[in-house]
């Protein structure tokens, strides 16, 4: 039974571009919520996608961007990127939207000089 | 508004007990988690408590839900050097409302 998936591992991007970061869920789960934890913090909610739409989002500006697939795996994207938005970032699948389960991936870890 | 508030740091002795607090601050709360972070991995659901629950217990862990008081506790019986990790506390609101509340997170240490 597949857990969630990120990839890539690690990535290092220069101020001003713009980076894509992947996420397949575990087998059986159609949500995918995404979240930013910088060093030393807890995380914090950037959005979550179900049937392919935007339900619900945190306090992130409109540079952050996502979508979901069919097959349910999802992408977030970063443009702009400032120094501030180097963190880890984790992705979070389940079953329906309001499920109380969650599952996290390893990550991806986003360094932008 | 929400706010969830850990301790940063624990230390026990292997073998002994670990009890990690948690406080926080919405009142409608529905579900209260701990999950664990290893370092350099993602995040493990150890746990997850229902609002409307005081306690439950799954193998070395206890959970203990003060709703008056707005506390959580995880109690982690004969703890081991695997233990060692960050504990965080999160909570979901209620409603129509998708998204954890964290706290900073409580590093464990476990001495041998």
């Known amino acids: 039974d597949a857990g969630v998936t990120q990839s890539p591992t690690h990535l290092i991007k220069t101020r001003g571009q713009q980076v894509t970061l992947r996420c397949s869920p575990k087998s059986g789960h159609d949500t995918v919520s995404w979240y930013q934890q910088a060093l030393g913090q807890g995380p914090q909610f950037i959005f979550q996608?179900?049937?392919?739409?935007?339900?619900q989002r945190g306090n992130f500006p409109d540079r952050f961007s996502g979508h979901q697939f069919p097959n349910y795996s999802s992408e977030l994207n970063v443009n702009a990127l400032l120094l501030g938005d180097s963190a880890l970032y984790l992705c979070?699948?389940?079953?329906?939207?309001?499920?109380?389960?969650?599952?996290f991936g390893p990550g991806t870890r986003l360094t932008v000089t | 508004g929400e706010d969830v508030e850990q301790s940063l740091f624990l230390s026990v002795r292997e073998g002994d007990s670990s009890v990690i607090n948690c406080t926080y601050t919405?009142?409608?709360?529905?579900?209260l988690y701990w999950y664990k972070q290893e370092p350099g991995a993602g995040l493990q659901l150890l746990t997850y408590i229902f609002s409307n629950m005081d306690m439950k217990q799954d193998q070395r862990l206890t959970v203990l839900l003060n709703k008056k008081d707005k506390h959580l506790s995880l109690r982690i019986a004969d703890t081991q050097t695997g233990d060692s990790a960050i504990y965080f506390c999160a909570e979901r609101s209620a409603g129509n409302n998708r998204k954890l509340i964290w706290g900073l997170g409580t590093s464990l240490a476990v001495n041998p």
């Open positions: 996608y179900y049937e392919e739409e935007e339900r």
């Open positions: 979070a699948s389940s079953l329906g939207q309001f499920s109380y389960e969650q599952y």
């Open positions: 919405d009142s409608s709360s529905t579900y």
